[in-house]
């Protein structure tokens, strides 16, 4: 199969379903209306809550909600066949992940930015937001885990992709002081010198690798940890206008730029999927995800169709900084799809290696020759590159060689191949440490929202040692999982936790649309929530008895699978309560006409009734 009918393809699909479905969600079920004002506005603290171009919140958004998932989530996935992934990230996206991503920014918008667990308290009730506060502190540390991860197999001993990522931190320092405070307002100049910074930092880490400087930046798996955690606190606790937004508005650029490039290279190109559209792992027994299609394949592929650690973003940072209710649908749908779309490329370039290339890279060597397959071009993407590729789990350094093959086969791009991967490399880091600095300052305002009810003073996000300590608890958490677990133990369980966050927000919007009493368009999540909440409460039973329960035999591994399983246990456990709250709720309202208006309840028949507005109860 070429890619290019395939590239096509998912451009026209998405563009029409953005131009269309997503303006039916904004006008008919959300009713944006840029008279109300956000909360960038009402709350504005400079640090937290600040009105921010649309440009550039879309650059912090996509690059938040953009991080290992859509990356890494279709390579894996790639064992199955290019086929099975290629629909569920095209429709997932349409039906399911744009949805889901809108209507949850739409009704934090219109709750002054609170959390999830806030709106799940008000449009559910509060045990529901009670359990989904727990659920999400649980969901969002393994999510953090699972993405970390990728990042940590990526770089460790690689002393240009660790250079290159970490200038980017003073470069985002630099641009974020120029457009706030050297030069405000002044967002293009600010652009140029980003770009450019990154840019050159690419091209020097080359230099860098091949210098007396070397053994500064080549770290071990230990030592990338350790890195990793440290830029988390720290992205957490600074303003947000300093670090995080102009990192992430950057890498967004990177990270557009690329994949507009890539589609280009498959124009130019025309590569061949070497991968069949299906494999015989559909049935299970897999090497890489050892479940069958379904439903592994709905839980491996855990952002570029949908994702609930989209949600947190758009609970999280994002309604903090958007300037116009109308600009919900640009954000929120928009980034969904370009995440699409950039899933459709990593899917593209992972099914362009040969079958027995992609194994080899992804499996232990011990692991690879249990399949009796010969690899074909691993050696020489090797030697071309300068680094061994062999036995390189993940998914980001396959990903990276596919990206490498695509550029190189370019007319006159033969002899860049090094520069192409180590690109890469730094391409998939950057998208995935944009999403540890935004998850982690996700995560610590649910901390301090959660530890405010107890002692006051922790609900306030400007309170230093508030933030210190919530932080602080959030990166040891996260940091552990990675330290302690594998691909093959922490992703089963960052997809299931993941997809039934998106389970928990699909239903906590439902019942927000019933409540504002537009039951005729309730179909509109009530479809994708029935759909990923039984795939994954499946999945997740499926992964504690065949995956959890047996480490917990295996040497090593006895704390960590008591660990997952707990956690796993929990999280399905939150997912049921807080889906029949939703139902209960929907009951009230729809069979004894029983709403809810500003916290109180109010009933049909009472004098000048008139239902609340989407997210308002």
């Known amino acids: 199969m070429n890619a290019v009918p395939i590239v096509i393809g998912s451009l026209l699909f998405l563009a029409l379903a953005y131009r269309y479905y997503s303006a039916f969600i904004a006008a008919k079920v959300l009713a944006l209306d840029d008279r109300r004002t956000t909360p960038a506005y009402a709350l504005k603290d400079g640090a937290n809550y600040h009105p921010t171009n649309k440009w550039v919140l879309f650059g912090h958004h ?12 279709p390579v894996l996935a790639a064992q199955f066949g290019y086929a099975p992934g290629l629909l569920w990230l095209l429709l997932g996206a349409v039906v399911a992940g744009g949805v889901h991503d809108l209507l949850v920014l739409t009704a934090s918008i219109r709750r002054k930015g609170k959390s999830l667990a806030e709106i799940a308290r008000h449009e559910v009730s509060p045990l529901g937001g009670a359990v989904a506060s727990v659920a999400i502190l649980i969901i ?9 991860l990728a990042v940590v197999n990526a770089l460790r001993e690689s002393a240009w992709g660790t250079f290159t990522i970490a200038m980017t931190i003073p470069i985002a320092l630099f641009v974020g002081l120029w457009m706030n405070k050297i030069r405000p307002g ?62 992430d508005y950057l890498s967004s650029y990177l990270k557009i730029g690329t994949i507009m490039a890539l589609i280009v290279g498959v124009l130019v190109v025309h590569p061949n999927l070497k991968m069949p559209a299906f494999t015989q792992f559909i049935h299970g027994h897999g090497p890489i995800i050892p479940g069958k ?39 929120g749908y928009g980034a969904m799809v370009v995440e699409s779309l950039v899933s459709v490329i990593a899917l593209i370039a992972a099914s362009s290696l040969f079958p027995a290339d992609y194994f080899a890279i992804n499996l232990s060597p011990d692991k690879f020759a249990a399949l009796g397959m010969t690899p074909v071009n691993v050696a020489e993407i090797s030697r071309n590159v300068g680094e061994n590729l062999a036995g390189r789990p993940g998914g980001a350094v396959s990903l990276a060689a596919g990206f490498t093959q695509i550029f190189s086969s370019i007319p006159g791009m033969r002899g860049l191949m090094s520069y192409w991967y180590h690109f890469a490399i730094m391409f998939e880091a950057l998208f995935i440490l944009t999403t540890i600095d935004a998850g982690t300052r996700i995560a610590r305002f649910l901390v301090q929202e959660f530890a405010g009810r107890v002692w006051k003073p922790m609900e306030r996000t400007n309170w230093l040692p508030g933030a210190f300590a919530a932080t602080g ?5 996260w940091a552990y999982f990675i330290w302690t677990g594998s ?20 239903a906590v919007v439902t019942a927000a649309i ?61 997912a049921v309560v807080i889906l029949v709250e939703s139902g209960r709720r929907a009951y009230r309202v729809l069979a004894k006409g029983q709403y809810t208006v500003q916290g109180k309840p109010v009933s049909v028949g009472d004098p000048g009734f008139r239902p609340p507005d989407f997210g308002e109860a």
């Open 62 to 73: 996509f690059a938040a909600i953009a991080g290992a998932g859509p990356l890494i989530g």
């Open 140 to 148: 969002i540390i393994v999510a953090l885990a699972g993405l970390g």
């Open 186 to 247: 002044k967002i293009a100049e600010a652009s140029v010198i980003g770009v450019v910074g990154i840019f050159a930092a690419v091209i020097l880490g080359n230099a860098v690798a091949h210098s007396s400087l070397a053994h500064v930046f080549i770290l071990s798996r230990e030592g990338i940890i350790i890195a990793l955690a440290a830029y988390g606190f720290l992205a957490s606790v600074l303003p947000v206008w300093l670090l995080l937004a102009p990192r």
């Open 293 to 331: 299609l379904f439903p592994f394949l709905f839980i491996t592929i855990a952002c570029g169709a949908i994702s609930g650690f989209h949600a947190l973003v758009s609970s999280g940072t994002t309604p903090k900084m958007l300037c116009k209710e109308t600009e919900a649908r640009f954000v």
């Open 473 to 477: 608890a959030v990166v040891f958490a």
């Open 487 to 506: 691909v093959a133990t922490i992703w089963p369980m960052f997809g299931t936790a993941n997809q039934l966050l998106a389970g928990v927000a699909l």
């Open 514 to 574: 019933i409540n504002a009493g537009k039951v005729r368009y309730v179909w509109v999540s009530l479809v994708p929530l029935a759909f990923v909440a039984v795939t994954t409460l499946y999945a997740g039973w499926l992964n504690i008895f065949d995956n959890f329960l047996p480490a917990v035999s295996v040497p090593g591994q006895k704390v960590f699978g008591i660990v997952s399983v707990s956690l796993t246990v929990i999280i399905m456990f939150c």
